[in-house]
């Protein structure tokens, strides 16, 4: 623990004094690091994909299109990073003529990220892309609950940049705490929000600044005004994707009385569709992450009635994908962030019930709802909070780079992705400009009878 508390000490220090050469902030430099990194990513695709295999057992089609496709955001961020670096005028009133004002990015310095196990190459490497284009060094403390892939990543960010400019520190909870008790110039953080709570608690400390990217219950409206057919496959997908271990997954189904029948049996048909009638022989169908995981996803199958699925085999870590009915809200699978292929269903019969109990509860990270009705589309956007809301579709706001991503309240604080990510990893530093050809003195003493004038 010693000579890792040295060892921490000593890449900070080095990454300082590299900062301070001044080099990262080079445009030119920043661009060539990002092509690098991209290049890293494609070299390294098939690694990546076994590594996470390994670790979760996703498939590959997943793996490419949720973690190898973090290449779209470095390539946003290589198209655009000369605009964004550009200085921009701001107004500026005319009682401080003939002065000019703009506003410069400027990178922080050092900033520390940390990340989770449910994508632990993709949330590792986009933050990353950030702090590389608002021109920071960086040390990544990747999940240890996903060791095949931390290594990779390890060996990865080893292989293609200077340990003084990115690193990888691997390890568990102690070493993130050995980390966190360090100074940095930002923390960027994803994982639950109890963690949340000590990563910032820690940062205070050092009033560094945070980005908490955390979790917490995604509500799912359906309405009686859909497609039925492209809701259930949309909700199947958005649900059961990396086996529900995805921060966004719809956590639980708000549906209109009227039309839960018809959609638990569309659902049903979406499932053996996508994994067959036995999803534990699909090679579509991912794993839960570990032992730990597995017993407090199983405790939640007691907590209902299984509609559909329920079979679990605890050797394989494998649970089916379910639906449960008749779920108690004050239990813990409608108290507690489900995390994993488990889905409640309730149903209401007017949509200010749902309105009310998405209300009584934290502001989730995503809110969906499947209606083309204008009205209650307006009445749900206006009546509620979320980090982000997708309407007839889930999940797949993540991955438009224009779209800030991030949470509210308890799912968390500040944003990322595109303009976002290099918004957050840099300082916007004002600078007012007055030239010497005018100098008016009414701001100066004697004051006498001026204040009449104004
Ligand atoms: P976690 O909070 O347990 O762990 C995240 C990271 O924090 C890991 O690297 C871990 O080593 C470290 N850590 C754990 N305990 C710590 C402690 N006591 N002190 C310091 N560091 C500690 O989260 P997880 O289980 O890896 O991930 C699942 C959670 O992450 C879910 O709640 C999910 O919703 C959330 N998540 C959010 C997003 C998002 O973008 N908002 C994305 C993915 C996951």
């Known amino acids: 623990m010693i000579s890792q508390e040295i060892s921490i000490a000593d890449i900070i220090r080095k990454q300082r004094a590299y900062f301070n050469t001044g080099q990262t902030k080079d445009i030119n430099f920043r661009l060539e690091q990002l092509k690098t990194l991209k290049q890293a990513v494609t070299e390294q695709k098939d690694a990546i994909t076994n590594a996470l295999k390994a670790d979760l057992n996703k498939p590959e089609f997943e793996s490419y299109a949720t973690e190898i496709g973090v290449i779209q955001e470095i390539s946003h961020a290589i198209k655009h990073i000369k605009i964004w670096t550009k200085p921009k005028k701001a107004p500026v009133s005319l009682q401080f003529f003939p002065a000019s004002a703009r ?38 403390k990747p999940s240890e609950l996903t060791p095949n892939t931390s290594r990779l990543l390890n060996e990865m960010i080893k292989q293609y940049f200077e340990p003084a400019y990115i690193t990888v520190v691997e390890g568990g909870v102690q070493t993130s705490q050995q980390l966190l008790a360090e100074k940095f110039d930002h923390i960027f ?15 205070a400390k050092n009033l560094t600044p945070v980005t908490l990217e955390l979790g917490g219950k995604s509500p799912c409206i359906v309405d009686t005004d859909i497609n039925i ?17 995805t921060c966004i997954a719809p ?7 009227s039309i839960k029948e018809n959609l638990l049996n569309e659902l049903h048909k979406c499932l053996q569709e996508f994994y067959g009638d036995n999803p534990a022989k699909s090679s579509d169908y991912p794993r839960i992450v570990n032992q730990k995981h597995f017993d407090r996803l199983a405790h939640f199958l007691k907590e209902g009635k299984v509609r559909i699925g329920g079979e679990t085999n605890p050797s394989e870590l494998y649970i089916a994908p379910t639906v449960l009915e008749d779920v108690s809200l004050t239990g813990s699978v409608m108290q507690e962030e489900i995390f994993g292929p488990i889905l409640p269903v309730i149903e209401y019969t007017d949509i200010t019930e749902a309105i009310d109990l998405i209300n009584s509860k934290s502001k989730p990270l995503a809110l969906y709802l499947f209606s083309n009705n204008k009205n209650l589309q307006q009445q749900v956007l206006q009546q509620t909070s979320s980090g982000g809301v997708c309407i007839n ?62």
């Open 393 to 454: 579709d889930t999940v797949i706001q993540v991955a438009v780079s224009s779209l800030p991503f991030g949470g509210v309240g308890d799912s968390g604080i500040g944003k990322y992705h595109g303009k976002s990510s290099f918004d957050t990893f840099s300082h916007y530093k004002s600078v007012l400009h007055n030239p010497f050809w005018l100098d008016l003195k009414w701001r100066y003493a004697p004051y006498k009878d001026k204040l009449s004038t104004l």
């Open 189 to 203: 953080f994803t994982g639950g929000t109890a963690v949340g709570k000590i990563v910032m608690e820690a940062a």
């Open 103 to 140: 506003i410069y990015p400027e990178p922080l310095g050092v900033v520390l990220i940390i990340g989770p196990w449910n994508y632990p190459f993709q949330l590792m490497i986009s933050p990353l892309v950030g702090a590389i284009a608002a021109g920071n060094c960086a040390i990544l």
């Open 229 to 245: 057919e492209h809701t259930a496959r949309r909700i199947t997908w958005g649900k059961f994707l990396n086996c529900g271990q």
């Open 251 to 257: 956590d639980y189904l708000l549906v209109d009385k």
